[in-house]
């Protein structure tokens, strides 16, 4: 059974402060998401990852896919209270089942 | 183009009652998922469709079914609710099968059921 196991679960700092959140499995992926999800609402897709190694920037948030494809990173600089939200990482097994397995997401609280 | 609807987006259903959800992807996207989110339990995957024919499923009782279209929309049933079935039920759609990995999802139907 492949997880995802996503850290930290709750993070509150202030604004301008960096963060990193982490998202980690002992198996392979064929690729990884990262998704933003506000309440009520569903995730929005912010990034996907395929290759081992490969860091992608959307503005303030760097992605990072492990070199063996089974941990990723997202990293916000400077951040603003619009970040505000629920992160969700998920990996596509290498089956391509078209099934997503979701990490436990992250809450972020970023206070002005 | 626009994004993947779902409806209704809201629902409040009793014990024993049946539920019919919608989801109409965006346009050209072939497959459709849908995952159940729960507080305790997150993002859990149901059943993924193409071509009108189920290609995967998840690890939920035969209570929970799907089915798709020949214009790709979808539509998941549950039977026999319980309270446990209390959740957002999220569909998502994407461009190719087997998957690219990106998956587009809709708003979500919030289900509750007392």
């Known amino acids: 059974t492949q997880l995802l196991e996503q850290s930290p679960q709750f993070l509150s700092i202030q604004e301008g402060e960096n963060l990193t959140v982490y998202c980690n499995s002992s198996?392979?992926?064929?690729?990884l998401q990262w998704y933003r999800q506000e309440p009520g609402e569903g995730p929005v897709l912010l990034v996907t990852?395929?290759?081992?190694?490969e860091v992608k920037k959307l503005k303030r948030l760097t992605f990072q896919f492990g070199d063996a494809r089974k941990d990723s990173s997202l990293h916000i600089t400077a951040a603003q209270t619009g970040d505000t939200g629920l992160y969700l990482c998920?990996?596509?097994?290498?089956?391509?089942?078209?099934?997503?397995?979701f990490g436990q997401g992250t809450t972020l609280q970023v206070k002005p | 183009k626009a994004g993947v609807t779902q409806t209704p987006r809201y629902l409040i259903k009793t014990r024993g009652q049946q539920v019919t959800l919608s989801c109409s992807p965006i346009?050209?996207?072939?497959?459709v998922s849908w995952y159940q989110q729960t507080p305790g339990q997150g993002l859990q995957f149901l059943f993924e469709?193409?071509?009108?024919?189920?290609?995967n499923k998840g690890n939920f009782p035969g209570r929970f079914s799907g089915r798709q279209f020949s214009n790709s929309r979808s539509e998941m049933n549950v039977s026999t609710l319980e309270l446990g079935d209390s959740a957002l039920y999220l569909c998502?759609?994407?461009?190719?099968?087997?998957?690219?990995?990106?998956?587009?999802f809709g708003p979500g139907t919030r289900l509750t059921v007392t």
């Open positions: 990852v395929v290759t081992g190694g």
């Open positions: 998502a759609s994407s461009p190719i099968h087997p998957g690219s990995g990106e998956q587009y």
């Open positions: 469709y193409f071509s009108e024919t189920q290609r």
């Open positions: 998920a990996g596509e097994g290498t089956s391509n089942t078209g099934k997503l397995i």
């Open positions: 346009s050209g996207h072939r497959s």
């Open positions: 198996s392979v992926f064929s690729s």
